[in-house]
């Protein structure tokens, strides 16, 4: 591939419209399970809003920005349902309030190595090198062919939580958090306890909402927007690089961050079996990756969406390599 093509290709990632909801699945949760592809058991779910009148709303949204060249965007939050705050007796969801975590962006890159830890290893590249000058939650997709990096900022509300500064248990209620604030400071911080390790705290609560937004049946009856507990599916490691500077940024000026690295060459016979479906038809499918903090008690809920990056159709083929560090 060119250079020219190379720039014109990571330019088009780099493009951002927020865009409204389109044809989201209300799918039911999937229970704590390992990854046998029989082990999704349903908990119940209803809601207010009638699947079939939500379904096929909006069906143009998620095609404009692909006809303006734009790669990946920002649905609203509302696209998706989330636990109410009583749903542990009702098992009602609501929809969701706003994104606690902006998307940044969406970057693709093809690699045989699929690094681990790219926010250290490759700040000066990604984002066209604005990676850290942010404090930045990544997500990483390590495919056997390439790497897919999902970008949310972290506002510096949340900051002093991650970097351990504060802590929820000491100053959540003086800040007035909200549960689902709570939930998303806890995650961010890298404490640990005697009786759990900060990768186990993380993995029973880290959740996954893969919906397919446009796309083949062939694609929707594998993805079906069911949430997830990713860490019980997919092998996942955590990185971060924390500061106890105050406004969050180290010697070096870099802003912290937390990264998610999900191994998918290594994961199930299932997730490598809907993730070769999803790339053979990516030319055709818009995709939503959204992630939301599980609230498991009365005290943690009502749940609200962490983030979610929408990719529009695209060739993954023609994605540029990924550069030297």
């Known amino acids: 591939m060119s250079s020219s093509s190379v720039l014109k290709a990571r330019q088009q990632w780099s493009n951002q419209k927020k865009v ?100 250290q290893k490759y700040s000066k590249v990604l984002l066209n090198g604005e990676l850290r000058e942010k404090p930045t939650f990544i997500v990483n997709y390590r495919f056997p062919w390439g790497v897919l990096l999902l970008y949310f900022e972290i506002p510096q509300r949340y900051v002093e939580y991650m970097i351990g500064t504060k802590t929820v248990e000491n100053d959540g209620v003086k800040d007035k958090l909200r549960p689902s604030e709570q939930c998303i400071c806890s995650f961010l911080s890298s404490a640990s306890s005697v009786f759990t390790t900060s990768s186990a705290r993380r993995n029973s609560v880290f959740k996954f909402i893969p919906v397919v937004a446009e796309g083949p049946w062939a694609v929707r009856s594998m993805v079906t927007g069911k949430p997830v507990l990713i860490g019980q599916k997919l092998p996942l490691q955590y990185f971060s690089q924390l500061t106890n500077v105050e406004k969050g940024q180290d010697n070096n000026g870099l802003a912290p961050y937390l990264e998610a690295d999900l191994d998918v060459g290594n994961s199930s016979t299932r997730a490598r079996n809907i993730t070769s479906m999803c790339k053979k038809f990516m030319k055709s499918l818009t995709l939503d990756f959204g992630f939301v903090i599980q609230g498991n008690s009365f005290d943690e809920l009502p749940e609200q969406m962490l983030g979610c990056v929408r990719l529009h159709s695209f060739d993954p083929t023609l994605a540029p390599r990924l550069p030297d560090p």
Do not use: M
């Open 20 to 119: 409204t909801c389109s044809d989201h699945s209300l799918g039911e949760e999937s229970a704590i399970s390992t990854t046998s592809s029989s082990g999704y058991e349903s908990a119940h779910t209803s809601s207010s809003v009638d699947s079939s009148t939500q379904r096929g709303s909006n069906n143009n949204s998620s095609a404009l920005p692909r006809s303006q060249g734009r790669l990946w965007s920002q649905p609203d939050a509302s696209c998706f349902k989330v636990r109410s705050k009583n749903y542990l007796k009702d098992g009602i969801k609501h929809t969701s309030d706003p994104y606690l975590l902006q998307a940044r962006g969406a970057e693709l890159f093809l690699t045989e190595d699929c690094p681990k830890n790219v926010a």
